[in-house]
């Protein structure tokens, strides 16, 4: 028994980072039941290669012109029809083969969760490293802190009970909707399921994704003192990443395998 699973990637004329994940998506042992690809380009350059290329029955897109990252998600979450979605984003990739069998095997064993997460890998310092942590609802002051979208598995009816993404929203969308599904029933996975690719939106825009976290809590929570010394510690060690003195820093943190802390 299988869930069927709908994985949808945004992309803006980049077809050579799609072409890393769609390469991921075709080599999963457990192929998904639909990959929707959501293609705001400017130029044609991917819709003319998925025109012209051969592509596998599950793989179905939509190139038009879209008005942001949240408005890109919700097209694809609207025409998806699966029971699971994932937005696994274009240059991102599942770290494995068997990524969406060990997803849908948890969904058909544990019938009462709503949405799952799991670790992932990212450069940051210039190195590579594992990170993730379960989510806990009373710690959404500190953000996406251990938890990222393209590890989210949800059950599409979360968006039927609590909407889709906020188009008012240029990043902390993703955090947004977390914040609305935090009381549903959710598992970890303690492994790694999909790879960062280095600058994606939320890390070039560091210091931007972090006040419109901020901003996006309070907005449902209240004024939080907790979160705003967390956000002030999120900042300092940001810049404090990019110095050499940090970078060394962060070596020594990753032999002592605290990079996850």
Known sequence: MTVNISIITICFNNLSELLTTIQSVDEQTQPPFEHWIIDGSTNSDIKNYLTNHTQPAYRKWLCERDNGIADAFNKGIQLASGDILNLLNSADYYIHENVLKIVSTTFVNN???????????????????????????????????????????????????????????????????????????????????????????????????????????????????????????????????????????YKIKVLLKLENM
Not at 181 to 203: H, R, W, Y
Not at 222 to 231: A, F, R
Request: aromatic share 12%; proline share 2%; with cysteine.
């Open 111 to 249: 019938t009462s969760i709503q949405w799952l997460h799991a670790k992932y890998q990212l450069q940051r310092g210039g190195i590579w490293v594992i990170i993730g942590k379960p989510f806990e609802k009373n710690k959404l002051y500190r953000g996406m802190r251990g938890l990222a979208h393209p590890t989210m598995f949800i059950k599409k009816t979360l968006h039927n009970t609590h909407g889709l993404y906020k188009t008012s929203l240029s990043i902390a969308m993703d955090y947004d909707f977390v914040c609305r599904i935090a009381s549903e029933k959710c598992m970890f996975l303690d492994q790694p399921l999909v790879v960062f690719a280095a600058n994606g939106t939320s890390q070039i825009n560091y210091i931007a994704s972090l006040n419109q976290t901020q901003a996006v809590y309070e907005s449902y929570f209240g004024k939080s003192l907790k979160m705003s010394i967390w956000m002030l510690r999120l900042k300092l060690l940001h810049y404090l990443l990019k110095s050499k003195l940090g970078k060394f820093l």
